[in-house]
């Protein structure tokens, strides 16, 4: 646990503020924007190339080594690579619906990877109304006669609580009023979590906080948001419902906003040790039926042995916790900054 004592106590004072950083750094693009954009269709799908992305963003470089492209200026660090599904913005790692394609040697971009992932991480305070709010509801998963996933140490139902009850006491002193699902090792339903955040009178937020199982092997941390319609639930096909618009489909942009400022700030909590996953879309039911912005964080895996001891351990709680706490007022930052003004060039 050495590594992660150092991390912390350095990684607040020295690391970039990485998710403020991604969501303040675009600037004005409307100062800029590209004169026509260049929408290609491919196998049905719009999408967009990286040189208007470029122009329309305002990134200073874009440069091309074989399949990969980066995009950057003074504040961003846009990483692309042709056909793959991997976005990486500040070294956060970000999964596109679509890979990237390729064609006559110029590399595109799917439309709703632009608008519905890069665009609200680059221009979060384009999101009508996302600050406006001061509760933020806590959901710690399973419980009661659904323990969750388990370890030699424990279950992610009590691990789960445990985390959850530290950002509860993180944000409370800060001024935010925080609602939990459950304050105790109870079971409730996917729908009864639905009910008690949608129970919630005006703007709030909502997070889901799990930790994750997939063998020996699998490790890391990884943040979902909702798919937005036509895209599919992470590590499966499209099936038919996936083109229903579903009710937290109406902050698919607070969702991506709040997803990279909690998946930043909790990278950085716990250190550079911490292997990246990645933030994805998936159809939770908590993600699809609650009428705030919402996400669900995956800590760790229970199922490796060394997260599972890192789990286990008080001082990554509390690293997790903080990051996590510390999400919420650097979303709010971002989401409430003004525009910069408009400037001709």
Same mark, same amino acid.
């Not at 906080?209 to 798919?227: C, K, V």
């Not at 911490?274 to 760790?300: C, M, N, Q």
């Not at 490796?304 to 690293?319: F, G, K, S, T």
């Given at each position: 646990?050495?590594?992660?004592?150092?991390?912390?106590?350095?990684?607040?004072?020295?690391?970039?503020?990485?998710?403020?950083?991604?969501?303040?750094?675009?600037?004005?693009?409307?100062?800029?924007?590209?004169?026509?954009?260049? %929408?290609?269709? %491919?196998?049905?799908?719009? +999408?967009?190339?990286?040189?208007? %992305?470029?122009?329309?963003?305002?990134?200073?470089?874009?440069?091309?080594?074989?399949?990969?492209?980066?995009?950057?200026?003074?504040?961003?660090?846009?990483?692309?690579?042709?056909?793959?599904?991997?976005?990486?913005?500040?070294?956060?790692?970000?999964?596109?619906?679509?890979?990237?394609?390729?064609?006559?040697?110029?590399?595109?971009?799917?439309?709703?990877?632009?608008?519905?992932?890069?665009?609200?991480?680059?221009?979060?305070?384009?999101?009508?109304?996302?600050?406006?709010?001061?509760?933020?509801?806590?959901?710690?998963?399973?419980?009661?006669?659904?323990?969750?996933?388990?370890?030699?140490?424990?279950?992610?139902?009590?691990?789960?609580?445990?985390?959850?009850?530290?950002?509860?006491?993180? @944000?409370?002193?800060?001024?935010?009023?925080?609602?939990?699902?459950?304050?105790?090792?109870?079971? @409730?339903?996917?729908?009864?979590?639905?009910?008690?955040?949608?129970?919630?009178?005006?703007?709030?937020?909502?997070?889901?906080?799990?930790?994750?199982?997939?063998?020996?092997?699998?490790?890391?941390?990884?943040?979902?948001?909702?798919?937005?319609?036509?895209?599919?639930?992470?590590?499966?096909?499209?099936?038919?419902?996936?083109?229903?618009?579903?009710?937290?489909?109406?902050?698919?942009?607070?969702?991506?906003?709040?997803?990279?400022?909690?998946?930043?700030?909790?990278?950085?909590? @716990?250190?550079?040790?911490?292997?990246?996953?990645? %933030?994805?879309?998936?159809?939770?039911?908590? @993600?699809?039926?609650?009428?705030?912005?919402?996400?669900?964080?995956?800590?760790?895996?229970?199922?490796?042995? +060394?997260?599972?001891?890192?789990?286990?351990?008080?001082? +990554?709680?509390?690293?997790?916790?903080?990051?996590?706490?510390?999400?919420?007022?650097? +979303?709010?930052?971002?989401?409430?900054?003004?525009?910069?003004?408009?400037?001709?060039?």
């Amino acid at each position: 646990m050495e590594f992660l004592s150092k991390s912390v106590a350095y990684g607040w004072r020295l690391l970039p503020a990485l998710a403020l950083a991604l969501c303040m750094s675009a600037g004005n693009p409307v100062a800029k924007a590209a004169a026509t954009w260049e %929408i290609r269709k %491919i196998g049905g799908d719009d +999408y967009v190339s990286a040189d208007n %992305i470029k122009q329309f963003y305002r990134f200073a470089k874009l440069t091309r080594s074989g399949p990969s492209i980066t995009l950057e200026n003074a504040k961003v660090v846009l990483l692309l690579k042709v056909g793959s599904t991997e976005c990486k913005m500040n070294n956060v790692k970000f999964v596109f619906s679509k890979p990237v394609e390729e064609v006559n040697s110029k590399a595109y971009i799917s439309r709703t990877d632009l608008a519905k992932l890069i665009d609200p991480v680059l221009r979060p305070n384009f999101i009508k109304n996302a600050g406006t709010f001061n509760t933020v509801i806590l959901d710690p998963g399973h419980g009661g006669k659904d323990p969750g996933a388990l370890n030699p140490y424990g279950t992610e139902a009590d691990y789960n609580l445990k985390v959850a009850n530290l950002v509860g006491a993180q @944000l409370r002193k800060t001024g935010y009023n925080v609602v939990m699902t459950r304050t105790s090792d109870r079971f @409730l339903s996917l729908q009864e979590r639905v009910n008690v955040a949608n129970a919630v009178q005006g703007n709030a937020l909502f997070i889901a906080i799990h930790f994750n199982s997939g063998g020996r092997a699998a490790r890391g941390i990884e943040t979902f948001t909702l798919s937005p319609p036509g895209v599919a639930h992470y590590g499966r096909g499209i099936v038919a419902a996936d083109s229903l618009q579903n009710t937290g489909n109406e902050h698919d942009s607070a969702n991506v906003a709040l997803a990279t400022a909690a998946h930043g700030m909790v990278l950085r909590a @716990l250190g550079t040790n911490t292997f990246d996953r990645g %933030i994805k879309r998936a159809r939770y039911t908590v @993600l699809s039926g609650v009428r705030h912005p919402a996400i669900l964080l995956e800590g760790g895996f229970m199922s490796h042995p +060394y997260e599972a001891r890192l789990i286990h351990n008080e001082r +990554y709680q509390a690293a997790l916790a903080s990051g996590m706490a510390a999400a919420v007022q650097k +979303y709010r930052v971002a989401v409430t900054s003004k525009p910069a003004p408009a400037t001709r060039n």
